[in-house]
């Protein structure tokens, strides 16, 4: 019964915790189903196919979101504040709530401001190191707010400031001074120790070049995408990597810029069926993989 909920449950494998426990038993499993459980390791279970997608998902709406922001930040046009503060609010995030409190003393409503920086912890669920960031943060905006203008004697609180913990606290204070003129700030950089015969390097450890080239293609059967592991024993060469249907027909193709890597291939277009992925060198197949897309 162990074993065939293990292999029914794919990323059960994977868990070190349970082939562990697995191990301590007093009456082992025999090592034939230990291998069919293993072989888990190179299958995606429904659970983690469902979170590949959520976690896709949720990538491609943050790359969108931020394009969108940075667009109309920086558009040549002044962008109106009201939908600016619309689209944070839309998004809803703890950083899209900070920007919406810095944005609301850009404009000069300072009370709005620190109220929105106060409210922040209480709308949404924080861990403690985002508490502490917005507990800085709101102590800086306060200063901000007594401080609406720059002279010698915001030298001393803006120097504190700078070895703020929070990056955003500490750059801007930095920044502050600098622009009016009350801190010199040299960029650090690292200058070669020429007194010394050469340079002096970590050692680098190379991976280890197969005697054959590999192909690994999962999940399989797959549905809305598959990864394509690969590592060619071949320096220096234009490889291909081609996707056939059953038919031998070319769907997909695309020259390799690296030796050892993984390839994420979106499958949603292919119909269901036999498929071959191949590595071919010279027009010959070095190497191949069949896998089944399956809806």
């Known amino acids: 019964m162990i074993r065939d909920i293990m292999v029914a449950n794919p990323h059960s494998a994977k868990s070190e915790t349970i082939l562990q426990e697995l191990d301590m038993r007093l009456n082992p499993m025999p090592e034939y189903m230990k291998d069919e459980i293993l072989e888990g390791l190179f299958l995606l279970s429904d659970k983690e196919l469902l ?26 046009l002044a962008f109106p504040v009201d939908t600016l503060m619309a689209l944070l609010s839309a998004d809803g995030s703890p950083a899209s709530l ?37 507990e800085q943060q709101q102590v800086f905006m306060q200063w901000l707010a007594s401080n609406p203008l720059m002279d010698t004697t915001s030298l001393g609180p803006l120097s504190i400031f700078i070895q703020s913990h929070s990056s955003v606290v500490s750059s801007a204070a930095r920044g502050l001074l600098i622009a009016n003129g009350l801190l010199d700030y040299n960029e650090p950089y690292l200058t070669p120790y020429l007194t010394k015969s ?13 005697t054959k080239s590999l192909l690994k293609v ?13 590592n060619v024993n071949i320096d220096n060469a234009k490889v291909i990597i081609e996707l056939s249907d059953e038919l031998g ?10 030796q050892l890597d993984a390839i994420i291939l979106d499958t949603r277009h292919y119909k269901s069926g036999s498929y071959f992925v191949s590595l071919v060198f010279d027009n010959k197949i070095v190497n191949s993989s069949k896998f089944i897309i399956a809806r």
Do not use: C
């Not at 979170?51 to 040549?76: H, I, N, P, V």
């Not at 050469?198 to 197969?210: F, T």
């Not at 999962?218 to 690969?230: L, V």
């Not at 027909?249 to 690296?258: D, E, G, P």
């Open 51 to 76: 979170e590949a997608r959520r976690d896709m998902s949720l990538s491609l709406y943050q790359y969108g979101f931020s394009r969108l922001l940075s667009s109309s930040l920086t558009d040549t």
């Open 98 to 134: 900070l920007k919406q409190a810095w944005m609301l003393l850009e404009t000069g409503d300072t009370i709005s401001a620190l109220n929105h920086m106060a409210s922040i912890a209480t709308e949404v669920n924080l861990p403690v190191t985002e508490i502490s960031e917005i």
């Open 198 to 210: 050469s340079e002096i390097k970590n050692s680098v450890k190379k991976s280890v070049k197969p």
């Open 218 to 230: 999962f999940p399989n059967p797959a549905d809305d995408f598959i990864t394509i592991e690969y």
């Open 249 to 258: 027909r070319k769907v997909y193709s695309q020259q390799l810029v690296r």
